[in-house]
């Protein structure tokens, strides 16, 4: 799948030298947004969203993932609602997403099943295995019911409204949050000029050495970027409250007992932000996730795709998506906030995910000698 990721860093490439010169400033989170989309679009549908091609009419997709992620007042009530009372908001009839977004997505998608014949192909993305997953006609997995000595199966219908909400899952949870990150990162380097200057640095060496192309190993070969995304998702969890509901009474080791449909939603940016656990927690220090400083991390209190086996299903998917990106961005440009970007963020309450009210406006300045770091294809 990474040979997909590596196409949309060419066209993110191409976006940049042409949108650059164009507006002199950068708005990063819907640049990111035009690019994740592009990941998605390409690796989850099988399809071309153009979301980064320059035109006057709005992109589709674009349109969708602003009403999904819709940030009005009415919307962030119905998911608090939905958060604590998920019985009375499904009672009433509401629906997480609205049925826009189901049409959308079914049309799109059933066109692109038919163009496949029902069957996967060679091209490997999402399509292909949750064609798989038709092909079977039934899946079995664990209950989310059972105690950990004793695991129910249950047994699930592959029908086409179920392949296509996978889908639907994966286009909202895939664009938003690493779009998110990836803005959040650019935001905390352009303040952090000597942390920008270091991860330039290791985008430099590492296409040095792999001679301007873009291969898989760059999700391991670039520790201190890995660690700048880190520290930024420490900062900025993109989901900064997880919630779960016990199924079973239990006890902890320690006395404390839940019972059987308690809700419990866990503070992930207050952990984060714990001074006993991240000293300086308000600072960007990436090296608390560089080189031997990583083992010192206390487990559990730096969780930004969640732990356990709900763990965000799309983490190594996010790896490859962000990486590339900071490559694509950082070996041409130094970034530095614009007028009027705030030093300090704030952020949206009505937000599901977590949404700094200002927009995220940078300088992207060209570097010297960025003509040796153009991508070979
Ligand atoms: C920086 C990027 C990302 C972050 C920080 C993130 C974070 C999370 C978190 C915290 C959860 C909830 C886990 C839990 O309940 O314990 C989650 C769930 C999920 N994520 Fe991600 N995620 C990211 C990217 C992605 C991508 C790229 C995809 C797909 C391509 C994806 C797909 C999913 C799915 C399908 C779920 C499960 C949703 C559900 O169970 O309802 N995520 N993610």
Same mark, same amino acid.
């Given at each position: 799948m990474f040979y997909l990721i590596g196409k949309c860093g060419h066209t993110l490439e191409k976006f940049l030298d042409e949108e650059t010169p164009m507006?002199? &400033?950068?708005?990063?989170k819907s640049l990111m947004i035009k690019y994740t989309m592009d990941c998605i679009g390409s690796?989850?549908?099988?399809?071309?969203? @153009?979301? &980064?091609e320059i035109t006057k009419q709005k992109n589709v997709f674009v349109t969708m993932g602003e009403i999904i992620f819709n940030t009005s007042k009415f919307h962030g009530y119905k998911l608090v609602c939905r958060a604590i009372w998920p019985k009375i908001f499904y009672a009433l009839g509401l629906k997480y997403y609205s049925t826009e977004i189901d049409i959308f997505f079914k049309s799109l998608l059933m066109g692109v099943f038919e163009k496949r014949n029902f069957k996967p192909t060679a091209r490997q993305d999402f399509v292909d295995l949750v064609l798989a997953l038709k092909q079977k006609k039934h899946i079995i997995g664990d209950s989310l019911n059972s105690k950990s000595m004793d695991i129910k199966k249950i047994e699930m219908e592959v029908t086409d409204d179920l392949l296509v909400s996978q889908c639907i899952v994966f286009f909202a949870a895939g664009f938003e949050s690493s779009a998110s990150t990836l803005s959040c990162a650019l935001y905390e380097l352009a303040k952090n000029q000597e942390a920008q200057r270091q991860a330039q640095e290791e985008v430099d060496e590492y296409l040095r050495r792999r001679n301007n192309k873009l291969v898989y190993e760059c999700v391991t070969e670039l520790p201190y970027i890995e660690a700048c995304l880190n520290e930024t998702m420490r900062l900025y969890p993109v989901l900064p409250v997880i919630t779960r509901e016990v199924v079973e009474d239990y006890t902890f080791p320690s006395g404390l007992q839940v019972d059987k449909g308690v809700r419990v939603h866990l503070p992930v940016y207050h952990l984060h932000r714990r001074p006993e656990y991240? /000293?300086? /927690?308000?600072a960007f220090h990436p090296e608390r996730f560089y080189g031997d400083a990583k083992n010192d991390l206390k487990p559990y209190t730096f969780f930004p795709f969640g732990e356990g086996p709900r763990q965000c299903i799309g983490l190594r998917f996010s790896k490859m998506q962000t990486t590339v990106a900071m490559i694509t961005v950082l070996k041409k440009y130094n970034v530095e906030l614009a007028e @009027? $970007? /705030?030093?300090k963020l704030e952020f949206c /309450?009505?937000?599901?995910? $977590?949404?700094?009210?200002a927009a995220l406006n940078f300088k992207f300045i060209p570097r010297d000698g960025w003509e040796q770091r153009v991508y070979v294809k």
């Open positions: 507006f002199g &400033m950068v708005e990063a690796c989850v549908f099988g399809i071309e969203t @153009g979301a &980064m991240f /000293p300086e /927690p308000d @009027g $970007t /705030p030093t /309450p009505s937000a599901f995910l $977590t949404h700094p009210n």
